[in-house]
């Protein structure tokens, strides 16, 4: 199976700062289709998870554009450009590309 | 508005059984693949099952492989697990999830599934 492990697991961040998390996985993620099938999610505290970002770098529908994704092979990272108040949570990333799917161990962004 | 509402969550013994559904609406259900994840208490995210547009394909994570069924019933929009010889190691906020662009880009509320004595 793929491990997915993401970096760091704890990130305080300050209003209006940048704030980057990293993701690597165990095997590339270039699937038959040629597609790399690296999701980003958000989940607040008590509510479902969402995604923000599919293949790697695409936003979702409302998505703001503060929150961007880049990567290639087995490293990906996430950027929030200013974080808001509203960003606070746990961002997991996923693998879409091999079964059975993995997803990383979350990492929990706070205010400082 | 697309939404997916889960339900059938409850308290079960060791050993016991449940099914649990997902309800879904605002889209063309029969189009896409569903999948199951699921989110012990205080814990990450995990994949556990899917099942492709007409239920003909379906697979699991080795956790609860023999022990879950996924079906779905296009007719009804439906999704649904029907999970046996459940385990402690089994409870969980159980989420049924849309499949899309190569992940999960729709997720219901979550439905509770506690396996205790």
């Known amino acids: 199976d793929v491990v997915v492990t993401q970096s760091p697991l704890s990130l305080p961040v300050t209003l209006g700062q940048p704030a980057s998390i990293s993701c690597r996985s165990s095997q590339g993620l270039v699937s038959s289709d040629g597609n790399t099938y690296l999701n980003w999610f958000h989940q607040r505290p008590g509510q479902s998870p969402r995604r923000l970002i599919y293949?790697?770098?695409n936003r979702d529908s409302g998505v703001p554009d503060r929150f961007s994704g880049s990567g290639s092979g087995t490293d990906f990272t996430l950027t929030i450009s200013r974080v808001e108040a509203e960003d606070v949570g746990v961002y997991y990333c996923?693998?879409?590309?091999?079964?059975?799917?993995?997803f990383g161990q979350g990492t929990k962004l706070e205010i400082k | 508005e697309v939404q997916l509402v889960e339900s059938g969550g409850d308290l079960v013994q060791p050993g016991g059984s449940l099914r649990v559904s997902c309800a879904a609406s605002g889209f063309a259900f029969s189009s896409y693949w569903m999948h199951w994840v699921r989110q012990a208490p205080g814990k990450g995210l995990v994949w556990v099952s899917c099942i492709n547009s007409d239920g003909s394909r379906t697979s699991y994570a080795d956790s609860v492989k023999g022990r879950f069924t996924i079906s779905r019933d296009n007719a009804k929009n439906t999704l649904y697990v029907q999970m046996n010889s459940l385990r402690a190691e089994d409870t969980a906020v159980y989420y049924c999830t849309r499949w899309s662009r190569g992940g999960m880009d729709v997720w219901g509320q979550g439905t509770t599934v506690s396996v205790s004595s």
């Open positions: 293949a790697v770098s």
């Open positions: 996923m693998e879409g590309t091999h079964w059975p799917y993995t």
